[in-house]
């Protein structure tokens, strides 16, 4: 089994490597491929990835290269896991925004739109070389923003499942605070990429006995604090709705406390300067501690039980992941990209049932979901009106008056990643 990883210079790869080294049984890869433009970056990441895989007796070969098109040649399967522009461009999704008094942030707002006008061309272009290098072969998004990346890769007619790891690391927080294992939960997680909700949590499966009452009585303060969100609003709710929310409903006091401390693309630019040089140490044969604070948590493990399941080597039968909506959420078009609860095979990916959802997150998800449609206009077809409507239909922008000073700085900041520009 070949599976190559785009975008193999990320400093967060040693995660993933070391999930997929856990997890051999259940996805017994031979043959791992880091692809990434920056060679120096490859060999800093790619020898700790081999020391990590000998370290746990791993027999796979880890090969590294900058060649896109040797890297997905006869691949089983391709994770997505690239950053357009680097920390960089990140850094001024993070800060134009704060000039208009709107929240700066890589993925959702004007930042996320940023963010999906350089990533989605990209991801097409190379979604395209896999299909031509081997038509079998799936992809595993997890380039942010992954509901937009994840619609222009199914609109083209790829076999592009999505993947966040919100899911996942609330699974686990839950099964903590429960003393359970987290094998022993499910989550009825319903939503659009980074904006989801947890409506219940049940034990054993999708039709166990829901203890979110429990849990939120019990641990809210804790969740609450974690969320960065008032108790009260939880106990009003009755869901956990994912981090992300917090940029909706506490938008104004997150913009507040964006402008007043460093942005998180310099924090995660400083870190990646000193895992690098961690990585360079030839005595390093394990992830370190400081990963930890990179984000993407449980991602690796996400990441290979989808992996497993898509090409029948084992996995989940039921895993949190983005695709289509089909009818699942009967208030969104078919052709949206919803996260959601899905069975997932050989075959793909396929929603289960959703029971009915609050018209309080409905709404929300509807204004969202358009917001996508237009933004992924953009992407395809360019043009300054094409930004703007994407930009005034979103939620944390709305006003029309920053919409058009947006579209400009938006436009300003991002020329050389905009061909029609």
């Given at each position: 089994?070949?599976?190559?990883?785009?975008?193999?210079?990320?400093?967060?790869?040693?995660?993933?490597?070391?999930?997929?080294?856990?997890?051999?049984?259940?996805?017994?890869?031979?043959?791992?491929?880091?692809?990434?433009?920056?060679?120096d970056r490859l060999d800093l990441v790619g020898g700790?990835?081999?020391?990590?895989?000998?370290?746990?007796?791993?027999?796979?070969?880890?090969?590294?290269?900058?060649?896109?098109?040797?890297?997905?040649?006869?691949?089983?399967?391709?994770?997505?896991?690239?950053?357009?522009?680097?920390?960089?461009?990140?850094?001024?999704?993070?800060?134009?925004?704060?000039?208009?008094?709107?929240?700066?942030?890589?993925?959702?707002?004007?930042?996320?739109?940023?963010?999906?006008?350089?990533?989605?061309?990209?991801?097409?272009?190379?979604?395209?070389?896999?299909?031509?290098?081997?038509?079998?072969?799936?992809?595993?998004?997890?380039?942010?923003?992954?509901?937009?990346?994840?619609?222009?890769?199914?609109?083209?007619?790829?076999?592009?499942?999505?993947?966040?790891?919100?899911?996942?690391?609330?699974?686990?927080?839950?099964?903590?605070?429960?003393?359970?294992?987290?094998?022993?939960?499910?989550?009825?997680?319903?939503?659009?990429?980074?904006?989801?909700?947890?409506t219940a949590v049940r034990l054993g499966g999708p039709?166990?006995?829901?203890?979110?009452?429990?849990?939120?009585?019990?641990?809210?303060?804790?969740?609450?604090?974690?969320?960065?969100?008032?108790?009260?609003?939880?106990?009003?709710?009755?869901?956990?709705?994912?981090?992300?929310?917090?940029?909706?409903?506490?938008?104004?006091?997150?913009?507040?406390?964006?402008?007043?401390?460093?942005?998180?693309?310099?924090?995660?630019?400083?870190?990646?300067?000193?895992?690098?040089?961690?990585?360079?140490?030839?005595?390093?044969?394990?992830?370190?501690?400081?990963?930890?604070?990179?984000?993407?948590?449980?991602?690796?493990?996400?990441?290979?039980?989808?992996?497993?399941?898509?090409?029948?080597?084992?996995?989940?039968?039921?895993?949190?992941?983005?695709?289509?909506?089909?009818?699942?959420?009967?208030?969104?078009?078919?052709?949206?990209?919803?996260?959601?609860?899905?069975?997932?095979?050989?075959?793909?990916?396929?929603?289960?049932?959703?029971?009915?959802?609050?018209?309080?997150?409905?709404?929300?998800?509807?204004?969202?979901?358009?917001?996508?449609?237009?933004?992924?206009?953009?992407?395809?077809?360019?043009?300054?009106?094409?930004?703007?409507?994407?930009?005034?239909?979103?939620?944390?922008?709305?006003?029309?008056?920053?919409?058009?000073?947006?579209?400009?700085?938006?436009?300003?900041?991002?020329?050389?990643?905009?061909?029609?520009?």
């Amino acid at each position: 089994m070949k599976l190559t990883v785009v975008g193999g210079g990320s400093t967060y790869t040693p995660e993933l490597v070391d999930g997929l080294a856990r997890l051999r049984d259940t996805l017994p890869v031979e043959d791992l491929v880091l692809m990434d433009p920056a060679q120096d970056r490859l060999d800093l990441v790619g020898g700790l990835a081999r020391r990590i895989f000998a370290r746990q007796d791993h027999a796979g070969r880890i090969t590294t290269t900058t060649d896109l098109d040797e890297a997905v040649d006869g691949a089983d399967a391709v994770l997505l896991q690239l950053r357009v522009g680097g920390q960089a461009a990140r850094e001024q999704d993070e800060t134009w925004p704060l000039e208009c008094g709107c929240v700066g942030q890589e993925t959702t707002g004007a930042g996320g739109l940023a963010k999906a006008l350089r990533t989605v061309p990209v991801v097409l272009d190379i979604a395209e070389r896999v299909r031509r290098a081997n038509p079998r072969a799936w992809i595993i998004d997890f380039t942010n923003p992954v509901g937009i990346v994840t619609r222009a890769l199914l609109q083209a007619g790829h076999k592009a499942v999505g993947l966040c790891n919100v899911a996942i690391g609330l699974q686990r927080k839950f099964a903590a605070l429960l003393s359970l294992e987290p094998s022993e939960l499910h989550l009825d997680h319903v939503g659009l990429n980074h904006l989801t909700w947890e409506t219940a949590v049940r034990l054993g499966g999708p039709e166990g006995e829901d203890v979110l009452p429990e849990l939120l009585g019990e641990h809210g303060d804790t969740i609450a604090a974690d969320l960065r969100l008032p108790r009260p609003l939880l106990d009003t709710l009755g869901v956990v709705p994912s981090y992300y929310l917090r940029y909706y409903y506490a938008h104004d006091e997150v913009v507040g406390e964006l402008r007043t401390k460093p942005s998180r693309a310099a924090e995660v630019a400083e870190m990646e300067r000193r895992l690098l040089a961690l990585y360079a140490d030839p005595a390093l044969d394990e992830k370190p501690e400081l990963l930890a604070g990179r984000g993407g948590a449980f991602y690796s493990e996400a990441a290979a039980d989808l992996a497993a399941a898509l090409l029948g080597g084992g996995g989940s039968p039921c895993q949190v992941v983005n695709i289509h909506n089909r009818g699942t959420l009967p208030f969104l078009p078919d052709d949206a990209v919803i996260e959601v609860q899905a069975a997932v095979g050989v075959k793909g990916a396929s929603p289960l049932p959703v029971r009915p959802v609050d018209p309080l997150y409905a709404g929300l998800m509807a204004d969202v979901t358009a917001y996508e449609e237009l933004a992924l206009q953009a992407a395809l077809h360019g043009g300054r009106d094409r930004v703007f409507r994407a930009l005034l239909s979103h939620p944390l922008v709305g006003q029309y008056a920053y919409a058009e000073t947006l579209t400009d700085r938006l436009i300003a900041h991002n020329r050389e990643h905009l061909a029609w520009a």
